[in-house]
């Protein structure tokens, strides 16, 4: 479920998404015992610092499980399956595995028979301070990897779909590309004051008429050395495409 960045780690969706309401962060470095997040608000953001915990989130199936509880709310393990395209049983394993991490509960159904599944929290990533750890890097490639794929899956699905937009949203999509120089500390500075910008937007209770839930993807890294010149280069103008 990867969308936006919480400003001091690498985040993701729960998965796909942007994940980030309140703005209450706990660290995660093993599973968490039952009925730790019943002493929470629902919507925590979490930091993982253990490597084992960011394998298990690597994996496709748990990232679109996520996502998809995120976005629809609590479902059946069926419910998911239509969702990632695996049976039943399987996402009823994963299912319980995201239990066993913390990230998803079982809720009481109308019916009392079938299993329904909730999610726990609002966003998950890495701290800053954590990611010199050789360990922690090697885990955080392949999560990085997925919500990248899962970034630009929805940016390839709304382009495939664009003709259907109504055209005040197609005028509001925005594509922006720049390529300022900056220190690592003013890169990390930025990725909070674009964080604090949308802070308001996720946290409001109320929306206005004509409101709807977007995809924000903020990805800053520096050039590959084959890129770079001996010289420092000049900042060109950002490239945008969509209303000013």
Known sequence: MPDPHEADSNSGPVATCP???????????????????????????LELTDPKV????????????LSHLHEAGPATATECAKVTEESPSACSYHLRRLAE?????????????????????SGYGIPKEAQDRPEILAAMRPLTRRWIED??????????????FEPAWRKAATFQQTNPTVTPEELIRIGEQIQELFAPYQERQEHPEGAERVHVSFVAVPWPPKRRSGRRPKTRRSTH???R
């Open 54 to 65: 960011m394998r298990a989130l690597a994996h496709p199936v748990r990232m679109a499980i």
């Open 19 to 45: 994940y980030t309401c309140e703005r209450v962060t706990n660290s995660i470095d093993s599973p968490i015992p039952k009925g730790y997040f019943r002493k929470m608000s629902f919507g925590n953001y």
């Open 101 to 121: 991490l913390g990230f998803v509960e079982q809720t009481p159904s109308g019916d009392g028979r079938e299993r329904r599944w909730r999610l726990l929290i």
């Open 151 to 164: 970034a630009q899956r929805v940016v390839a699905e709304y382009m495939r779909r664009e003709p259907r």
């Open 241 to 243: 495409r969509g209303k």
